[in-house]
């Protein structure tokens, strides 16, 4: 069976639109692409499409940086309505759908979780650095946006700078 974006994303939690897990997807399909790092992996859904690319091509490993811990998603404060909603979501629940999802549909080759808040995965050494990567930049607390980018071979750290 063939993945596709829009099949690894029903059910999913999270904000990513059909669109940009296309595009994700895509992205995922060539040839170059064979590492994506993802910071904020929440349910998966914009993971999943890309790691369901790099399955239907046999190759390619994305990283996913996610604590799924409340007091972590409430560290720095944005408003009361934000605030109340991330320190009562269940993410232990929303990890256990995303796992759920991984192992469904077979990516377990394809994925590698670094269940970490994204400050300290800034140089892990577990993350290799060759390749084309996408991730997501934290702009503010719960507001990303995404980051392609080339890494050199002689990188050997990566952060969010």
């Not at 369901?52 to 390619?60: D, L, R, S, T, V």
């Not at 009562?88 to 080759?109: N, Q, S």
Request: proline share 5%.
């Amino acid at each position: 069976m063939t993945l596709t974006a829009e099949s690894v994303q029903d059910g999913v939690e999270g904000w990513c639109t059909p669109h940009k897990a296309q595009k994700l997807y895509e992205l995922a399909t060539l040839p170059e692409t064979k590492l994506a790092v993802e910071i904020g992996i929440f349910g998966g859904k914009s993971l999943l499409p890309v790691a369901a690319a790099f399955a239907n091509k046999g190759a390619g490993v994305i990283y996913g940086v996610e604590p799924w811990d409340n007091s972590v998603a409430v560290e720095t404060v944005t408003n009361v309505e934000n605030d109340k909603w991330w320190s009562e979501v269940d993410l232990i629940a929303i990890k256990r759908g995303f796992i759920k999802k991984v192992t469904e549909f077979g990516l377990e080759k394809h994925v590698r979780v670094l269940e970490i808040p994204s400050d300290a995965a800034v140089g892990v050494d577990r993350v290799p650095t060759r390749g084309v990567a996408y991730g997501c930049r934290r702009v503010f607390r719960h507001q990303f946006e995404p980051v392609m980018c080339r890494a050199q071979p002689t990188v050997r750290r990566w952060d969010y700078r």
